[in-house]
């Protein structure tokens, strides 16, 4: 668990080379165009990165959650933004082959597992973020159809994914009253809001997705009505480490650029290396990184052998890494001076993307709350 | 169709590259081994054929136990199954031992075709493709920058230093690729799975019923020394006459 396997050097060796070649060189310039490139997208499909723990009898690559997390640090080291894309549309890919009966899987997983359909994932709405169970999205039987009336907010890919999988409410009983239905984009009704302007994640577009008598078969139900918490709540156990394995990918290329940096900037007669009181910060930036990843690797394995505690597991992992990873970038941007304030040295750019880390998959306080729980559980 | 593409594992081009003076041997401990690029644009091309045609496609090597790396990353990349010539009497092989130890593994193995690249990055010999060529005398069509296989010939594009020439070969035969020829592909995830359980062939010597005692190199390696450091080029001021004395300069060193 704590060394990478044959295979697992060769998917990281592959995948390295992937962002090296199409993300790295690109990122700047999407960030700053705002510029969702669904073209290279289609290329990590080809590869196998649109269903990487999807089966593979439809399309996908049937690996582990433990080489995922390694596969999203790698792809992050190239462009945070869009390996953090990759997992969004990782969980939808990875939901509809998990709780979709065999149509629906043979319906839209190959297209996804291919990444040449795109998925978003609908939960959160305009007054409905950390207590999800709140949402208000509204799904009415009627005849052999749903018609879903509400907005979402905050979607990853809204207006570009062919394939929505919706939190939407089938009844007024809470957490219970929720269902996950499958909302393709052609569906009249569907409609989205403009992009919207923020910090970072420039590179994929994020809007409201509006419902407005939306109707769509029965069929599109993923597994029973009110299922689609506890589905929701599955997806993000994966989805937090892997935004944590994205917070370390990107921190880790911020503090190689930091090193490479102060080996090469002389100032006082001698490389700012060797001041000490920077190599002592450089540690520490370090000693972060790898703490985090240690508690990302133990999630991820908890998460494949289905552990008791995956879920808490999962939340510190999510925690610790997010955090450290924005917070060694941050002291990155102060390590490289005013040269890390420009834009053109990518290390603020990376800065902006992972500060929202810490907010969306769960707030680092909702992880904290669920860690609580399980104490105040058990006693 | 059965297609032998020929890999070689050599340090990594964006390292430091060092030989071993006391041997004149590489260095394989000084930087990370990977296969050749030019390989992989070989394989590309062997690749791109199979993808529409009935085609076998298989990488050989010759190189110590760690080349083993470098087929997985060929199979991985789509190959169907490797050959790995590994014999502790092949160290330090010239050109003209390897050629005939792969010209034994290729006859042995049957083949219609044989695809390399037009030199390694290493020893940058440049002629093994047509030393294997001859030894197993078939047709040979070297440095091509585009390749287009049938089911029974070989043609291609090479260019040359006052234009370019189109080569026909019938097969079999061996052709040698530039970095001209093909973009390679990455391998996808299931490639690098299912890699490992395609079948990889070690032969010896003795298994290809060469002398293993035979001498591996033709020439003796007397001394070695490192690279000289580099120094300052020549500048030319231009005092009314620097395009003469540029042009002189250049002709003394026969680049014009």
Known sequence: ??????????????????????????????????????????????????????????????????????????????????????????????????????????????????????????????????????????????????VLNGVKQF????????????????????????????????????????????????????????????????????????????????????????????????????????????????????????????????????????????????????????????????????????????????????????????????????????????????????????????????? | MKIIVLVKQVPDTWGDRTLDLRTGWLDRGSSDSVIDEINERALEVALSYQDGNDAEVVALTMGPDSAKDILRKALAMGADSAIHLLDGGLAGADLLRTSEVIAAAATKAGFDLIIAGNESTDGRGGTLPSLIAGRLGVAQATYLDSVVITTDAVSGHRATENGSMTLHSPLPAVVSVTEQSAEPRFPNFKGIMRAKKKPVTVWSLADLGLDAAAASAHSVITQTSPRPARVAGTKIVDRGNAGVELAEFLAAGRLI
């Open chain 1, 155 to 379: 979607i990853s890919g809204a207006g570009c994914s062919s394939v929505y999988v919706v939190m939407a409410r089938t009844s007024d009983t809470g957490n219970q009253g929720i269902s996950a239905i499958v909302v393709p984009a052609e569906t009249p009704g569907l409609s989205f809001g403009p992009n919207e302007k923020k910090m970072g994640w420039n590179a994929m577009p994020t809007a409201q997705v509006i419902f407005h008598n939306v109707r769509v078969p029965v069929g599109n139900l993923l597994g029973a009505e009110g299922d689609g918490f506890g589905i929701a709540m599955k997806g993000l156990n994966g989805g937090r480490i892997n935004m944590g394995a994205c917070s370390l990918g990107g921190a880790q290329w911020a503090l190689d650029q930091t090193v490479a940096y102060l080996k090469e900037r002389k100032a006082f007669g001698k490389p700012l290396i060797d001041q000490q009181a920077l190599v002592f910060e450089l540690a520490d930036m370090d000693t972060e990184l790898e703490t985090a990843r240690t508690m990302i690797w133990r999630a991820a394995d908890a998460l494949d052998r289905g552990a008791p505690d995956l879920v808490k597991l999962c939340a510190m992992a999510k925690r610790v890494a997010t955090d450290a990873g924005f917070s060694v970038a941050n002291r990155a941007i102060q390590l490289h001076g005013g040269y890390g304030y420009l834009s053109e040295y990518g290390i603020e750019k990376v800065v902006r993307d992972l500060r929202v880390h810490q907010i969306l998959e769960g707030s680092n306080e909702i992880m904290r709350l669920i860690i609580g729980r399980t104490l105040a559980d058990v006693h």
């Open chain 1, 1 to 146: 668990m704590f060394q990478l396997s044959e295979d697992q050097r060769d998917l990281v060796a592959m995948v390295r080379d992937f962002a090296t070649s199409s993300l790295a060189p690109h990122a700047v310039e999407w960030d700053q165009t705002k510029h969702f490139p669904i073209d290279v997208l289609e290329e990590a499909g080809s590869l196998g990165m649109g269903g990487i723990y999807v089966q593979e009898d439809v399309g996908g690559s049937g690996l582990t959650r433990s080489d995922a997390a390694h596969i999203f640090e790698e792809l992050a080291k190239g462009d945070p933004t869009i390996a953090a894309y990759i997992s969004i549309h990782n969980m939808v890919a990875w939901m509809i082959d998990s709780f979709g009966n065999t149509d629906q899987r043979k319906k839209w997983v190959p297209d996804l597992a291919a990444m040449t359909s795109l998925g978003s994932y609908c939960l959160t709405e305009p007054d409905a973020g950390s207590d999800a169970g709140a949402l208000r999205t509204k799904a009415v039987r009627d005849g052999d159809d749903y």
